[in-house]
């Protein structure tokens, strides 16, 4: 029986920008084995695979190259998909079992709002490879569960970066948060975000990056709700709210592709 699959450009409300991800709803669990070939094959940074339970949904996301314990975009993909496609009723919660817990999603507008746990950073020592792979001396580095950030000194040196992939490969974590105060009034701060060691060299818009750089900008500008930009080249914005141990992400989406796996 063929297999729908979706491609979905989330955290923009425009095809082609964002970041696309690819999402299936599968009547039954499938071996992880075909869920990585799918992955390889549609070669997103992530694509998402549901599958419905009583209270929800069981959701795994995976790279071209590894599973991953959080993501954001495909989630907001996801979500999207299901109240598109009638897998949920417009005012019913959307709610995901995953490695990295519950997480749920609400509709608000135009808008999805996801609820996702936050990961603050702790000070970090800048490595070598780090510094050297990204380019610039930096003017804070510290470390999440996932993720090195790194603030450097203005929105112009972050678009500036042109990284060295396999230097930053070695940075031994799941990827580099890049981050600077914004250019504009209209964003608190912008980022790039760089995983070459899951097999995504550049994300164009990382929503579980958020879960860091809430709190983090959260301190600096004593604000809990944030508007930030990514400045990658499809580019993408995110709502970012801070609610306790939680962080509560705000996104569009729309669906560009629809298919069926043979």
């Not at 094959?41 to 339970?53: D, G, I, K, Q």
């Not at 510094?131 to 678009?159: C, M, N, W």
């Not at 004593?222 to 801070?242: D, N």
């Amino acid at each position: 029986m063929a297999q729908t699959i979706y491609q979905v450009d989330a955290f923009t409300p425009r095809p082609f920008a964002g970041n696309p991800a690819a999402v299936c709803v599968l009547p039954e669990p499938r071996e992880e084995e075909w869920m990585r070939d799918v992955a390889r094959e549609m070669n997103l940074s992530e694509t998402a695979f549901l599958v419905p339970r009583a209270d929800g949904y069981n959701l795994r996301w995976f790279t071209p190259a590894v599973e991953v314990e959080l993501c954001g975009h495909a989630t907001l993909a996801s979500a999207h998909i299901l109240w598109e496609a009638g897998f949920l009723q417009p005012d019913q919660q959307a709610r995901f079992h995953t490695l990295s817990g519950l997480l749920t999603a609400e509709r608000a507008g135009d808008w999805i709002e996801l609820d996702f746990p936050a990961k603050p950073d702790k000070p970090a020592s800048p490595t070598d490879e780090l510094t050297r792979g990204l380019g610039v001396a930096p003017e804070y580095v510290g470390k999440s569960h996932f993720d090195y950030i790194v603030e450097v000194d203005s929105e112009q040196t972050l678009r500036n970066l042109k990284p060295d992939f396999t230097l930053l490969m070695q940075a031994q974590a799941r990827g580099i948060i890049v981050t600077s105060h914004s250019a504009s009034h209209e964003y608190d701060f912008v980022s790039r975000f760089f995983a070459p060691a899951v097999g995504v060299n550049e994300d164009p818009v990382t929503g579980s990056a958020h879960c860091v750089l809430g709190p983090f900008w959260s301190k600096r500008l004593g604000k809990e709700e944030l508007v930030a930009y990514q400045a990658s080249a499809r580019g993408g914005v995110v709502k970012v709210r801070l609610a306790g141990p939680r962080v509560k992400l705000g996104g569009q989406a729309v669906t560009v592709l629809r298919g069926e796996l043979l």
